[in-house]
């Protein structure tokens, strides 16, 4: 009896794999004919998208059209072109529903509407408001005061428009004490907003990014964690990374170049023209009235600290229980007897944190931060438990645009895997395009169409299902795919901050209260000066194969250099300027 049911055992053991292998077999062939059959019509998706993206400023219209437009290719049969407008239509649907069903796409939306539950509980406890403020008491100079904006950017790295709207209104009045000018305080909050949340392993950022790589990786049939390919990319977010340096660098040194120095000139003589801050205060209310803390709430650090600990330490044991369960209970016995030897060891922690399910170990900690949160704020009679899930709820709904553009660009995908997109991209460019400069591409159209769209979410939706493979075509070395994804990333993100259209760099403006043109004017220089560092001594050495232990200082050199010719001093004295002026 105990034969007979091993050999059932081991026999439907083989029709589910033939059956895998048949299925993801069906699907490559099919990409594969399509491919040839559409030609240069496979990339009308991705394209319509971006063209779209363009004109209406709209991501998520964009991407539902570019959707479309491969489903209306892909049920054009004859000349029924009714027929085929509506099957589009529903085709759109059915690719939502099946994006959504998917249980790690289900758990990254859930985790990045817990996330955002979190946020909106911390500000209005008024935790994120007190960290701020006590931050800003110790600023004393002009340096200081422009470091410790920079490190409070640092601290509010869970979302880009909590640091925009929080640390600009808190720090405004201490930089213009110490005379520094309104536009750069607007360009370290925009340098620390998006650039900080898009690298930070706890961010409303991450579940996009987890999510798009995931998919994109499914997509060559590649078995790979996406969180820890996201954790892989981080040491090649060059831009990310050398414009918080930038930051840093400037404010010690005291050098600006360019019409920032302008303004800092004339803020030092205090001669400059400043945005009524109760004009700016007033539209940050009507914008983002979410992140004020509750009337009457008496401002705590602490009320910050142990929701995000919490969130932070919380993941890192989601993660490592995730992990951990998924190897007790697989076949890898030398992984198993690592954990059943030394469970803490850095080798357990790090197979473990490998084989986590990020969407469900993220979606648990932030639940629990929520929890821990709501507990608080009613033992301090801040509000009630009815009050606190209403605040949780709220936050979420800050979130649903995320979620959508997710969805349509899962959707996108989607059609552009059925398509054969990629696969006509690869026979197209990959004998054409060196392999070394691929990453600098990707990062210079990511900062092209993140810079019309105003949107990193919406350029990275619609690059990376092109992206990886694109560069799995080129070179299946996981390096490479993992410096190409990077490219992905970080290029969204300078696009995004040079853009004039941008949420983030609108809402920078408003919080240092700093004429938007003005803001635009003097960060763009900074941002293309850095950009350009990020791809001479970034992701061309990366393409080329140099390790980052040699790229990274090299780049911070160059930039050093660069600032050193380029930057002239703002710290005047008394008689420098009376010759200024």
């Known amino acids: 009896m105990k034969k007979r049911n091993v050999r059932l055992l081991l026999m439907t053991t083989i029709l589910i794999l033939i059956s895998n292998v048949t299925s993801f077999a069906a699907e490559q062939d099919m990409a594969v004919i399509n491919a040839q059959k559409y030609g240069i019509l496979t990339l009308l998706p991705p ?102 904006t920079w490190a409070a950017g640092l601290l509010v790295f869970f979302d880009d428009y909590a640091n925009s709207l929080i640390i600009g209104p808190m720090m405004r009045p201490v930089t213009d004490k110490m005379k520094v000018s309104r536009e750069r305080l607007a360009f370290v909050i925009d340098a620390t907003a998006a650039p900080v949340a898009g690298i930070a ?84 209310s009507n914008e983002h009235s979410d992140l004020e803390p509750l009337p009457g709430v008496k401002l705590n650090i602490w009320n910050a600290i142990i929701p995000i600990g919490i969130l932070i330490v ?30 803490l060891s850095f080798v357990a922690i790090r197979e473990a944190f490998s084989n986590a399910d990020a969407s ?64 006509y991209l690869i026979q197209l460019l990959s004998g054409s395009v060196p392999a070394f400069l691929l990453p600098s591409i990707i990062f210079v159209l990511g900062g092209i169409i993140s810079f019309a769209t105003g949107t990193s979410y919406g350029t990275m939706g619609i690059l990376m299902p092109l992206t990886i493979p694109l560069a799995h075509s080129i070179s299946p070395d996981m390096s490479y795919i993992i410096v190409c994804v990077s490219a992905v990333l970080t290029g969204s993100i300078f696009g995004d901050h040079c853009s004039p259209i941008s949420d983030t760099t609108i809402l920078s403006s408003m919080g240092a209260g700093c004429n938007h043109i003005d803001h635009v004017r003097t960060q763009m220089p900074y941002a293309l000066f850095v950009g350009s560092i990020a791809i001479l001594f970034g992701y061309i050495p990366a393409g080329m194969g140099l390790p980052i232990y040699l790229i990274m200082p090299l780049a911070f050199v160059a930039m050093f250099i660069g600032i050193q010719i380029l930057g002239k001093s703002v710290d005047i004295d008394e008689k420098e300027e009376s010759l200024i002026a």
Do not use: H
């Not at 709904?397 to 349509?408: A, D, G, P, R, W």
């Open 201 to 284: 392993i706890i961010s409303t950022w991450i579940g996009l990014e987890v999510g798009l790589i995931g998919d994109g990786f499914n997509a060559i049939g590649v078995n790979a964690n996406a969180f820890s390919i996201f954790l892989s990319t981080l040491p090649y977010r060059f831009y990310n990374i050398l414009i918080l340096g930038f930051i840093v660098i400037t404010a010690v040194l005291l050098k600006e170049f360019g019409p920032m120095r302008e303004a800092e000139l004339k803020a030092r003589r205090g001669n400059t023209n400043l945005v009524s801050s109760k004009d700016i205060d007033e539209k940050i």
């Open 360 to 423: 469900v170990a993220l979606f648990q900690s932030a639940l629990f931060a929520g929890i821990v949160a709501i507990a608080m704020g009613v033992g301090k009679k801040i509000f009630t438990v009815s009050q606190g899930l209403d605040i949780w709820v709220d936050g979420m709904k800050t979130l649903v645009i995320t979620c959508v553009i997710l969805i349509c660009a899962w959707s996108l995908s989607s059609v552009i895997k059925e398509l054969g997109t990629a696969r």
């Open 47 to 148: 394209l319509v998208a971006i063209i779209l993206a363009f004109i209406t400023k709209n991501v998520i219209v964009s991407l539902v059209i570019g959707v479309m437009s491969g489903g209306f290719l892909l049920n054009l049969n004859g000349i029924n072109v009714f027929s085929a407008l509506f099957n589009s239509f529903l085709d759109l649907i059915d690719r939502a529903v099946g994006a959504l069903a998917d249980p790690w796409n289900a758990g990254i939306i859930l985790q990045v509407l817990a996330i955002g539950g979190v946020i909106n509980l911390v500000a209005k406890m008024g935790g994120a408001k007190a960290i701020a403020e006590s931050l800003a008491k110790k600023a004393k100079s002009a340096k200081s005061a422009q470091l410790i």
């Open 314 to 343: 919380g993941s890192l044991f989601a993660f490592y229980y995730s992990g951990y369960s998924t190897i007790m209970s697989g076949n890898d016995a030398s992984l198993i007897q690592i954990f059943n030897n030394s469970p």
